[in-house]
Nanobody, 123 residues
């Protein structure tokens, strides 16, 4: 069982930055693929970024590539999402998730989810 707790969301102006954190319980954090997803009102859950298990390779949605950076600290059981050059269309609830697979893009691959943190970007 893995429990995930996100933090770091808030209100920011367009062009600004936020750093999201996701703290995980458990002793095998490095064995999980960690992903960030987001969900805007009236829309489905969208893949944002992932760091795969064991090798820590990183992957991004095209919409955030070059602006967002995912990183993880396996010693502290924490994954981060640094978000720069934020746009109003980045407004959403952001969720972190953990998967025991390498299938990082699909929400159905993730067994554990955090409660979400709201990110609002004003124009």
């Amino acid at each position: 069982q893995v429990e995930l707790v996100e933090s770091g969301g808030g209100l920011v102006q367009a062009g600004g930055s936020l750093r999201l954190s996701c703290a995980a319980s458990g002793r095998t954090f490095s064995s999980y693929t960690m992903g960030w997803f987001r969900q805007a009102p009236g829309k489905g859950r969208e893949f944002v970024a992932a760091s795969t298990r064991s090798d820590g390779a990183t992957y991004y949605a095209d919409s955030v590539k070059g602006r967002f950076t995912i990183s993880r600290d396996n010693a502290k059981n924490t994954v981060f999402l640094q978000m720069n050059s934020l746009k109003p269309e980045d407004t959403a609830v952001y969720y972190c998730a953990a998967s025991s697979t390498y299938f990082y893009r699909r929400p159905a691959s993730y067994s554990y989810w955090g409660q979400g943190t709201q990110v609002t970007v004003s124009s």
